[in-house]
C-alpha cells in the first residue's frame, strides 16, 4: 500500500498562507484520486479538497472555496494543498489520501497520511 507523507503545515495568522505537501512513496500514486481532508479537536474529520488521478478536475469544500487549490504533480508523486486567507477556523490536523475515486467520502480513501497540523491564530 502507498504510504503518504505530509508536510509544510504550522502556525499562521489569520489571512496569511501556507502549502501543504504530500509525497507518496510509490509511482502507482499517480495512478489514484488524491483528497485533503481535515480533524479539528473533538469534530468528525471532514472533506476539503480533492483531484483526479491525472489532475484534470477538482473539487473543494464550500467553506474553503476561493481560498484553497489542490493540485498535484504526478512527475514527483505529490499533492499539494494551497491555502490563502486562512481563518481561524481553519485550525485542524490535514490529512492528504489517496483512493481509487474521486469522492468527496471518506470511505473512499484507503491510503492515508499521518497528518500535518494548521493552526490559525494571532
Known amino acids: 500500500q502507498v504510504q503518504l507523507v505530509e508536510s509544510g503545515g504550522g502556525l499562521v495568522q489569520p489571512g496569511g498562507s501556507l502549502r501543504l505537501s504530500c509525497a507518496a512513496s510509490e509511482r502507482t500514486f499517480s495512478g489514484y484520486a488524491k483528497g485533503w481532508f481535515r480533524q479539528a479537536p473533538g469534530k468528525e474529520r471532514e472533506f476539503v479538497a480533492t483531484?483526479?488521478?491525472?489532475?484534470?478536475?477538482?473539487y473543494v469544500a464550500n467553506s474553503v472555496k476561493g481560498r484553497f487549490t489542490i493540485s498535484s504533480d504526478n512527475a514527483k508523486n505529490t499533492v499539494y494543498l494551497q491555502m490563502n486567507s486562512l481563518k481561524p477556523e481553519d485550525t485542524a490536523v490535514y490529512y492528504c489520501?489517496?483512493?481509487?475515486?474521486?469522492?468527496?467520502?471518506?470511505?473512499?480513501?484507503?491510503?492515508w497520511g499521518q497528518g500535518t497540523q494548521v493552526t490559525v491564530s494571532s
Open positions: 483531484i483526479t488521478w491525472n489532475g484534470g478536475s477538482t
Open positions: 489520501a489517496a483512493g481509487q475515486y474521486y469522492s468527496t467520502i471518506r470511505q473512499d480513501y484507503n491510503a
